[in-house]
Structure formats: C-alpha cells, structure tokens
C-alpha cells in the first residue's frame, strides 16, 4: 500500500529553527509537495520537489532524497504565525496526490 | 498564484436537505478538479476527481449518489450533498489543477466550506 509518515505534532521556540520529516512509500513518484495549513483553512501551496536536493525559499527550504524515500521541510526564524499544520504529499504514478496526516507543528515564545 | 474560489464559506443545513458548493477557479481553466474532506484533527480525504466534461471518478467509499459532483466548465465544478445527515458535517475543500499549474501538477485550493448539518 501506499503510505506517508511524518511526526503527528512538534513544538518549537520563536526565533528558532524546526525540521519537519516525511518518508513514503508510494507506487511510482511525480514529486513531493509541502502543504501549511491554518486550523479551519485550506492548505496553501509551500513547495514542490521532483530532484533531489534542497529548495530554498526565504525562511522555508524542503530537501528530497528519492532513494531514501525522504523528505523534510526546514523552517528557520521561526515566527508565532507558523503555528500550523504541515502537510506532506507525494504525486504518485497516476498523478493523484497521496496525504500524510500532517504535522502540528506549535511555536512557543 | 492562481486563484480557486469556493462558495459558501459555511453553511448550516436541516438533516435531509441538500446542499450546494461551487468550486470557481477564476484566473485559469482547471481541466482537472478535486474534491477532499476532512474532518477535525485528520488530514484531508480525496473524494472524488472530475475532469472537465466527463464523470467524476470516486474514492473507494465515497458514495457517488450521495455526493454529486459536476463538472460541466473549465472553470466551475460542483457538489452537491444530497440529503444531508449530520455525519456528513465536515469542511470540504475542492482544488483544481490546470494550465496555470504547468507541469507541477501544482494545485490551487479554494478556501474550504465548512457544513453543519443539525
């Protein structure tokens, strides 16, 4: 089966820097996505990685090694609005996006 | 980035009604559309997937009758929950992948509706 692990819950400090894990096991990959999510919103688009490697974006990089079957989400000076769920999804073979359950990820000043 | 826009935000509905949520993308034309669940503390549960002019394909579970899902533009899909129970009382949250999200498959998600059905 297809499956996507990722820690159900993290805390961190404001001003610090938190690394969220992701491993899967899917049936073909066409790229892995990480997804924040506000409580009672929609999740918004944070990344995409289809190479491995790291992709910087401001305060948030994602990193993906596809022969590990791993990925992490990195957020550094952290702020209290990044007090949220993070979702790791992967594209699988037929293109439909396969969810972990997220990570609720809560910052402490 | 693209913009998908869902309507209502929230809706409260009596048991046995039914209720309409539209899915609009209004800057690209979304060839493909998703419609997801999730209920409090879990993540998001794919429905259904429709393409523009055809079917919807539904997720093992997911009773096709019950959830009616239109998808007759490029730029508008529905669902429809008929007869509404209060277990079906969920946040519902389509998202569409089109032109705008290339060859990311990148997808762009509306804001959510939230049903309460007493």
């Known amino acids: 089966g297809q499956n996507i692990d990722q820690p159900t819950e993290m805390t961190a400090t404001e001003g610090a820097i938190v690394q969220i894990n992701c491993t899967y096991q899917?049936?073909?990959?066409?790229?892995l996505f990480w997804y924040q999510q506000h409580a009672g919103e929609a999740p918004t688009f944070l990344s995409y990685?289809?190479l491995d490697g790291l992709e910087e974006k401001g305060r948030f990089s994602s990193f993906l090694s596809r022969s590990k079957g791993y990925s992490y989400l990195l957020l550094k000076e952290l702020q209290m609005k990044d007090s949220a769920s993070y979702l790791c999804?992967?594209?699988?073979?037929?293109?439909?996006?396969?969810w972990g359950a997220g990570t609720k990820l809560i910052i402490k000043p | 980035g693209a913009v998908v826009s869902q309507h209502p935000s929230w809706v409260i509905c009596k048991s046995g009604t039914s209720v309409k949520i539209e899915c609009r993308s209004l800057?690209?034309?979304?060839?493909?559309m998703f419609w997801y669940r999730q209920f409090p503390k879990q993540s998001l549960m794919l429905m259904a997937t429709s393409n523009e002019g055809s079917k919807a394909t539904y997720e093992q579970g997911v009773e096709k009758d019950k959830f009616l899902i239109n998808h007759a533009s490029l730029t508008l899909s529905t669902l429809t929950v008929t007869s509404a129970h209060p277990e079906d009382s969920s946040f519902y949250i389509c998202?569409?992948?089109?032109?705008?999200?290339?060859?990311?498959?990148?997808?762009?998600f509306g804001e959510g509706s939230r049903l309460t059905v007493l």
């Open positions: 998202s569409a992948r089109g032109l705008a999200g290339g060859d990311t498959g990148e997808l762009f």
């Open positions: 990685n289809v």
């Open positions: 800057d690209f034309q979304a060839t493909t």
């Open positions: 899917t049936s073909g990959f066409n790229g």
């Open positions: 999804a992967v594209l699988d073979s037929n293109y439909q996006l396969i």
